[in-house]
Nanobody, 124 residues
């Protein structure tokens, strides 16, 4: 019922910047938290950043001061601005959106949707 489309990944040199986008579409009534996760080679998926409906943000210690999460409520889109990238930031990045959809039989249903993932490679 909810589709997420990610974009913005790619190859960047250490110290460079990238901006990821994730647009949500569907029968969305409201969105609560929008988050970015990542999974590096041989690693488990980890939470990178979260932004709530009120705009509160939370970051993993490893990205504090370098990454910024933001959202466009009008377009149901979340962004991740990544600066001062390091080789250890190399991973597939996934967006996650939690909210409520307009149902058909039941008026409202909660949802928890994931994007398809976008690869970020930091290498010289």
């Amino acid at each position: 019922q909810v589709q997420l489309v990610e974009s913005g990944g790619g190859l960047v040199q250490p110290g460079g910047s990238l901006r990821l986008s994730c647009a949500a579409s569907g029968r969305i009534f409201s969105i609560n938290a929008m988050s970015w996760y990542r999974q590096g080679p041989g690693k488990e998926r980890e939470l990178v950043a979260t932004i709530t409906g009120s705009g509160s943000t939370n970051y993993a210690d490893s990205v504090k001061g370098r990454f910024t999460v933001s959202r466009d409520n009008a377009n149901n889109t979340v962004y991740l601005q990544m600066n001062s990238l390091k080789p250890e930031d190399t991973a597939v990045y996934y967006c996650n959106v939690i909210g409520v959809v307009r149902g058909i039989v039941v008026p409202f249903n909660p949802f928890n949707a994931w994007g398809q993932g976008t690869l970020v490679t930091v290498s010289s």
